[in-house]
């Protein structure tokens, strides 16, 4: 059983920055596949950003390439999420998620078998 906690959330103004990080316990996380996805009150679970086990493939949702980026450190079994120049509508609560079967599981949510609890990013014009 993988448990995923994810950290670094909080308010910031427009323009901003935050790091997320995500660690992971009871896998071996250099299997593992992660993705963060985000969501707003009111509004459906929306993919961010995925990483592959080796951190050699990424992805991003349109919304926020070149903004955000997507690492890993297998040493420290920590996945992290930098955000920069932030925007109002990116405010939600960020989750971390896991799939422990395929190399690079993307944007479908539905290939995630651990989920964290998430964190809270509130970004104010």
């Known amino acids: 059983q993988v448990q995923l906690l994810e950290s670094g959330g909080g308010s910031v103004q427009a323009g901003g920055s935050l790091r997320l990080s995500c660690a992971a316990s009871?896998?071996?996380?250099?299997?593992?596949?992660m993705g963060w996805f985000r969501q707003a009150p009111g509004k459906q679970r929306e993919f961010v950003a995925a990483i592959s086990w080796s951190g050699g493939s990424t992805g991003y949702a349109d919304s926020v390439k070149g903004r955000f980026t997507i690492s890993r450190d297998n040493a420290k079994n920590t996945v992290y999420l930098q955000v920069n120049s932030l925007k109002p509508e990116d405010t939600a609560n960020y989750y971390c998620?896991?799939?422990?079967?395929?190399?690079?599981?993307?944007?479908?949510?539905?290939?995630?078998?651990?989920w964290g609890q998430g964190t809270q990013v509130t970004v104010s014009s």
């Open positions: 009871g896998g071996t996380f250099s299997s593992l596949a």
């Open positions: 998620a896991a799939d422990p079967s395929r190399y690079y599981s993307g944007p479908d949510y539905t290939n995630y078998h651990y």
